[in-house]
């Protein structure tokens, strides 16, 4: 099993930026893919973007090109989210989530391993 515990959420001014933590534990070896989605109230969850676990390969939503950036540090078994100049919308439970090779990486069906979610709330 994976244990994924994400950090860094809070609230921030339209134009912001937070940073995202997630950290992973247990057999982490057997991680290929690390991916970020989010979840608004009464909206289904939604991919943000993902990282190769062994490469720096990253794909990110078109809704988030150009603001945002997921990295992955190795040593530390960690995956980031790096959010700039943020909207109200970006308003949500942010997750993340492990998956295996294959999957849809848009797709939340396909990952594994989840996280408990941190807020980001985004308003003045």
């Known amino acids: 099993q994976v244990q994924l515990v994400e950090s860094g959420g809070g609230l921030v001014q339209p134009g912001g930026s937070l940073r995202l933590s997630c950290a992973a534990s247990g057999r982490t070896f057997s991680i290929y893919y690390m991916g970020w989605f989010r979840q608004a109230p009464g909206k289904e969850r939604e991919f943000v973007a993902a990282i190769r676990w062994s490469t720096p390969i990253t794909f990110h939503a078109d809704s988030v090109k150009g603001r945002f950036t997921i990295s992955r540090d190795n040593a530390k078994n960690t995956v980031d989210l790096q959010m700039n100049s943020l909207k109200p919308e970006d308003t949500a439970v942010y997750y993340c989530?492990?998956?295996?090779?294959?999957?849809?990486?848009?797709?939340?069906?396909?990952?594994?391993?989840w996280g408990q979610g941190t807020q980001v709330t985004v308003s003045s």
């Open positions: 989530a492990t998956g295996p090779p294959g999957i849809i990486l848009t797709s939340s069906r396909g990952y594994d391993y």
